[in-house]
């Protein structure tokens, strides 16, 4: 038989103002779930996992998606009162009062994610083995270095002649959010309306120039996974993803390692990435109104555009069959407005 070394890595990073992956708060109540398995035996065994997170800030719920928030269209409203009630109450207000008057207002975009975890082992005769699994879910927000899903799988198996081992492990992300804010306005009376390049209230970086005001619209997709079927095994797997973050200051991050040695018999591995993004553009109004010298009026109104600038597609897998000394694979999935 063949003998097989294979040491892989695969990267998948995007960011830049083009990309718009901002990750989700956390809802106000948040789970954790852990749990541990060790089995050390000469026989059968069958472990399982299935785990899927779904959440949204859209202001509809899970329920009343799709589709997401958008800016509504005249035709939408029944009459002009029904306008003034949603311009009023459906806008985030901020009021200012110093040599005049200034307001900002937006109407705020909205995102949902979806995240999967699925791990299957299952022996077939009999064999002696080894099994661990550890396996950690906290819906709160994290930061850089910290996961939502984490999972850390190794087993060893002989199954002499007739026995053999089979297992597949995925992990996945879907995304998809409009831009936010959809639409911004700000007006000053007797003063000049704020400025309206403030950077993003997504992000903690106050800095103007280095944060949008604007963080674009996308559509993103990531899945990572591996597979064995083997006569005996060493196989190592870790799993992670994030995506409910404080802020968009943390990157999107999925990924899935594994490492057999040792072994005898196929193993496989990959990772499918689809990222679909907007830019931080806006239709921009602005008019001013001013009297020997004094402003009277100034407004600006921003409409944040919904159109598709970047598309990324990127698949890999690798196969190996036979006695494997080595096979090491890592993938690693990021995506974010700053990494």
């Known amino acids: 038989m063949k003998r097989w070394i294979i040491v892989l890595f695969v990267i998948a990073l995007f960011a830049g103002f083009v990309q718009a992956d901002r990750g989700i708060n956390p809802t106000p109540e948040t789970q954790g779930i852990v749990t541990t398995t060790l089995i050390s035996a000469d026989g059968r065994f069958l472990s399982s996992s299935d785990l899927s997170i779904s959440t949204t800030d859209d202001s509809k719920g899970i329920t009343g998606i799709p589709p997401l928030r958008t800016i509504p269209s005249l035709t939408d409203f029944d009459s002009f009162f029904d306008f003034i009630e949603w311009f009023i109450f459906e806008w985030d207000w901020d009021i200012e009062v110093s040599d005049?008057?200034?307001?900002?207002?937006?109407?705020?975009?909205?995102?949902v994610?979806?995240?999967?975890?699925?791990?299957?082992?299952?022996?077939?005769?009999?064999?002696?083995?080894?099994?661990?699994?550890?396996?950690?879910?906290?819906?709160?927000?994290?930061?850089?270095?910290?996961?939502?899903?984490?999972?850390?799988?190794?087993?060893?198996?002989?199954?002499?002649?007739?026995?053999?081992?089979?297992?597949e492990e995925g992990i996945s992300i879907g995304s998809s959010g409009s831009a936010d804010p959809l639409a911004r306005i700000g007006l000053g009376l007797f003063t000049p309306a704020p400025d309206p390049r403030a950077p993003s209230g997504r992000s903690m970086c106050r800095f103007a120039g280095l944060v949008p005001s604007v963080i674009p619209a996308f559509c993103n997709s990531a899945d990572a996974g591996s597979s064995i079927d083997m006569r005996q095994a060493q196989v190592t797997t870790a799993s992670s993803s994030r995506f409910i973050t404080p802020s968009a200051d943390t990157p999107v991050l999925l990924s899935h390692d594994i490492r057999v040695i040792d072994s005898v018999g196929k193993a496989s591995a990959g990772m499918d990435v689809m990222a679909m993004e907007g830019r931080s553009m806006e239709e921009f109004l602005r008019g001013t109104l001013n009297l020997n010298g004094q402003t009277i009026f100034d407004a600006w109104l921003g409409i944040s555009s919904d159109d598709l600038y970047q598309t990324t597609s990127f698949s890999e897998s690798t196969q190996v069959d036979g006695i494997i000394t080595t096979f090491d694979k890592n993938m690693v999935y990021e995506s974010g407005m700053r990494r």
């Not at 005049?100 to 995102?111: D, E």
């Not at 999967?116 to 080894?130: A, C, H, K, L, R």
């Open 100 to 111: 005049g008057l200034i307001l900002r207002g937006q109407y705020n975009g909205a995102a």
């Open 113 to 167: 994610y979806d995240a999967v975890y699925t791990e299957d082992t299952v022996s077939n005769g009999q064999g002696v083995f080894d099994y661990t699994k550890i396996l950690d879910v906290d819906t709160s927000e994290k930061v850089m270095t910290q996961s939502n899903i984490e999972t850390t799988k190794i087993l060893t198996y002989d199954g002499g002649n007739s026995g053999r081992v089979f297992s």
